[in-house]
């Protein structure tokens, strides 16, 4: 006999704590099934930038007071592409905002959320569990899970699939279309000879961009795209070797950069699921949409999903949670954020990610357009803040 709650979320990433905490007080019942143990995620290396309106959702939740401290405000924006003309700088002053984003790790964010959900009491969070397989029927959603010694099957008015696209593929009547774009993200904290002056890097070259963000007091953390040859080439060098070779492909605009460490690698694709939603399940983060990081949108659409889902559960009543209406009102409320996330992503992939002729100039025309035209920076600065809705 499978057990019954209102809402069963399926990974306690980033995506699906949120979810959990922002369903806090709505009279739900609300299971997180997490595989990893408590606390394993501290070991994940990715740092995160973190847009304004994130921020604030963050703060509502209460969870922004235990990571201002380990969070570091970006106010500028610089952006240029490699031996070409055309640059954009963007200030958070200009906005009228305090930061245009925060850079954070990974871990400091997942142990904030894990810590405020347990102190919250807002959901039961059982680690050590894995969800195997899920069904989804005119009635209710079924999760079927093992681990800690012991498995079996749970039945929800709405299941929440949370889990990264990391383990869950056979999902029904949705299909997930992924186009590799044959890149890795080679991660790591570089220190460099001048302050960052809280100043956020982005160059474009022919082989993937590179960004440089202020992470800490003199560091920034590095996000290096490269083919996957180069990028192993890249995570096997000695760090003065690794030093010299950044300094040759970013320049020396931070002048030198004397120390590297926790190189990893992250191979990178296009990953998107349609539709979002099937009978008594919603897919939310990483797993209805995984984006290339260059614009540093993924997690930030992905806490947009968690948090317009509360919304739309907080005003729906508890016989019609997981049915149609509810389900259409959640997709209509996500269609334009998620799909000009994806768009605006995919465009500046494609745009600046290589030599072809006459584009290098296109792209410097575009960036210069860009500096020159305040209304259309002031356009992007607000999307890539607060989404497509903002
Ligand atoms: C190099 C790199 C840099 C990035 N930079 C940025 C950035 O600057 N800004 C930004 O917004 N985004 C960025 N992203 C994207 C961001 O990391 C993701 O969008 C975010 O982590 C997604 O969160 P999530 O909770 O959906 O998924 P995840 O973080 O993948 O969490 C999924 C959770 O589900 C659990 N799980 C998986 N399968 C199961 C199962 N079967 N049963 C139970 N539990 C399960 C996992 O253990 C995990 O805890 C970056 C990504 C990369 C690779």
Known sequence: MAERVDIVVVGGGP?????????????LSVTVLEARSAGVASSDRRMLALSEGSKLILQRLGVWRALSAQATPIAT????????????????????QEALGYVLSYASLADALDRQLLEAGAARVLNDTRVDALESA??????????????GSMAARLVVLADGGRSLNDLPGMKREVREYGHCAVVGRVTCEFDHRHIAYERFTPEGPVALLPDGERGFALVW?????SAEV????????????????????VGRFLTISGRAAFPLKLATLRPVTAPHLAVVGNAAQTLH???????????RDAWELALTLRDTSAQDVGGPEMLARYRAR?????GGGIFFTDFLVRAFSNDLPGLAAARGAGLTLLELVAPAKRFVARKMSFGANG
Do not use: K, W
């Open 293 to 303: 990081p260059v614009a540093g949108q993924g997690f930030n659409i992905g806490l």
């Open 77 to 96: 924006i610089h952006i240029s592409q490699r031996g070409r003309l055309g640059r954009s700088v963007m200030h958070a002053q200009d906005e009228g």
């Open 138 to 151: 005119e009635a209710e959603a079924r999760v079927h899970y093992s681990g800690a010694g012991a498995s």
């Open 225 to 229: 795209t490269a083919d996957p040859v």
């Open 334 to 338: 996500r269609q334009l954020d998620t």
């Open 15 to 27: 995506v699906g704590s949120t979810l959990a905490l922002a369903l806090r007080e709505s009279g």
């Open 234 to 253: 890249l995570c096997g060098l000695d760090d003065a070797a690794f030093l010299e070779r950044l300094r040759r492909h970013f320049g020396d605009r």
